[in-house]
């Protein structure tokens, strides 16, 4: 395994210690007719660096909404960061950060917090910052960094420091991963252009629902080219939520009949027995178990989703 060696000082766990660096948990909300809604961040297999991203209310995906993060940072002392013990000259301005990773959406970019000057007073800072809508997919990583914001000039015993601009001298905590997609956290509603054809359907096409991707298998249809269409336009004030929450359950509820249907995947369904992630057998073991819904039998199911629906969204 490769070593990063650091040719310049950088952050060190006893220079973390004596900054008391304090930061509040990441919150993620979006917003929806100018009102701001919580998303919850969820431990997966046990891990607690990664977490799912769910919305209680089953409206929010990363392709329909924003994304917003939100956290506070404070540093108490942090004259010892600069000089010739620190890692930074003592005329140079540090940059607090957080660098983001998408692997999956192919992207990454740095959101400035905040700027860390060799002075007395208490620094404060808050984060907060927009992903816009289908911008990331799959897992997104954050790192808190400190970096070289602007050189400074080296006194005598200062040569050996960083000083060049955009330079990472340090990350201040563990990796925080959030993952965007899976476990029925997003539900495959699409738009189509279909004159003549009704105002909604569903599409079920897959072979092995515990292995194939819900959101490749799955599609409920939205049809743009219906009369009534104007009804399920959040764009026009002709919307009627109602009539799209109908929709929703009758569609996951054919679903779900369709996947019982299949006996020989419906008890590893139930169970969460080798499940791909992200699978259909995933997503509706995830309606089950984590919303509760009571799949037992036809007309229970129908009222428990529609339950669903009425109280959360």
Not at 250 to 258: E, H, N, P, Y
Request: glycine letters at 6%.
């Amino acid at each position: 395994m490769a070593a990063n060696i650091s040719l310049f000082p950088t952050i060190t766990e006893g220079l973390l210690n004596k900054i008391r660096f304090q930061t509040s948990p990441y919150e993620l909300y979006y917003v929806r007719e100018d009102q701001e809604y919580s998303l919850r961040a969820e431990e997966t297999d046990n891990s607690n660096t990664i977490y799912k991203v769910v919305d209680d209310d089953g409206i929010w995906s990363p392709d329909d909404y924003q994304l917003c993060i939100r956290r506070k940072y404070s540093i108490r002392t942090y004259q010892c960061l600069f000089g010739q013990n620190g890692i930074a000259c003592n005329n140079a301005k540090l940059g607090l950060a957080v660098l983001w990773t998408s692997p999956d959406s192919k992207q990454r970019g740095v959101i400035p917090v905040g700027e860390i000057c060799n002075s007395s007073r208490e620094m404060e800072f808050e984060l907060n910052y927009e992903f816009s809508e289908a911008q990331l997919r799959g897992d997104v990583e954050f790192s808190t960094i400190i970096y070289i914001k602007e050189a400074g000039t080296p006194l005598w015993g200062e040569e050996h420091l960083a000083n060049q601009y955009g330079c990472i001298v340090g990350e201040l905590e563990n990796k925080y991963i959030i993952r965007l997609d899976g476990e029925g956290s997003v539900f495959p509603v699409y738009e189509v252009n279909e004159p003549g054809q009704p105002l909604w359907y569903v599409k079920c096409d897959w072979d092995d629902p515990t292995y194939d991707l819900f959101s490749d298998s799955v599609s409920i249809n939205i049809n743009t080219a219906h009369k009534n269409y104007k009804f399920l336009d959040k764009k026009k004030r002709t919307f009627d939520e109602q009539l799209l929450k109908e929709i929703m359950a009758s569609a996951l509820g054919l679903i779900i009949t369709k996947l019982k249907e299949q006996e020989n995947y419906w008890e590893a369904t139930t169970m969460g027995t080798d499940l791909q992630r992200g699978s259909v057998s995933e997503a509706v073991n995830y309606f089950i178990n984590t919303l509760e819904w009571d799949v037992s039998e036809p007309e229970v199911m129908s009222l428990s989703i529609r339950k669903f629906f009425d109280q959360r969204i």
